[in-house]
């Protein structure tokens, strides 16, 4: 069974960066695609990105120009680089995958079987 676990939040000021990683053991990653979520306090989770197994990648929410994944099959991991963070972009982010032959990504919650503990995220004004 997969797990993963996040890694690289932290606290920034607005405009800055942070890259989120998600490493996976217990399986060949590569048969996984991989999305980012996050949930700010009183919000409901939503999707920020995800990959494909072939590496196409999708963005949600306003992360698309300041947020970009990649995956590193060969060191199991999941890369989130942010870019521009504002303070909106506060919250929990958790790394979720799921199994599949196919190539394409979901923004879906529901699709994703393996779930991280989350890294805490925080841009101050």
């Known amino acids: 069974q997969v797990r993963v676990v996040e890694s690289g939040g932290g606290l920034v000021q607005a405009g800055g960066s942070l890259r989120l990683a998600c490493t996976a053991s217990?399986?060949?990653?590569?048969?996984?695609?991989v999305g980012w979520f996050r949930q700010a306090p009183g919000k409901e989770r939503e999707g920020v990105s995800c990959i494909s197994r072939m590496g196409i990648s999708r963005y949600y929410v306003d992360s698309e120009g300041r947020f970009t994944v990649s995956r590193d099959n060969a060191k199991n991991t999941v890369y989130l680089q942010m870019n521009s963070l504002k303070p909106e972009d506060t919250a929990m982010y958790y790394c979720a995958a799921f199994a599949t032959t196919y190539s394409y990504c979901s923004a879906s919650a529901s699709s994703y079987t393996v779930w991280g503990q989350g890294t805490q995220v925080t841009v101050s004004s």
């Open positions: 217990g399986a060949t990653f590569s048969n996984y695609v």
